[in-house]
């Protein structure tokens, strides 16, 4: 799951990059609940992997709860939250 989570987040950033066009910000939408998923597979990981072998897991969860810090606050700059 560590691995899982760790691609997820990648691709979260890259989406969260594109999302930080201007006019394609709507994909904050969608990246951060799609951010959210990877956050929580990294957290079973975390959670049912062995204690030596959880550094994918946590690096997951990093990157995933920074997409999804970074997304609110595109939204909120943008004006996105209704």
Do not use: C, D, E, Y
């Amino acid at each position: 799951m560590g691995l899982i989570s760790l691609l997820w987040g990648i691709l979260a950033l890259l989406w969260m990059i594109l999302a930080l066009i201007p006019l394609l910000g709507w994909g904050n939408w969608f990246l951060i609940p799609f951010a959210a998923v990877g956050a929580v597979i990294a957290a079973l990981g975390i959670l049912f992997t062995h204690p030596t072998k959880r550094g994918r897991a946590w690096a997951g969860l990093v990157l995933n709860g920074i997409v999804v810090v970074v997304g609110i606050v595109r939204l909120g700059l943008g004006g996105g939250i209704v």
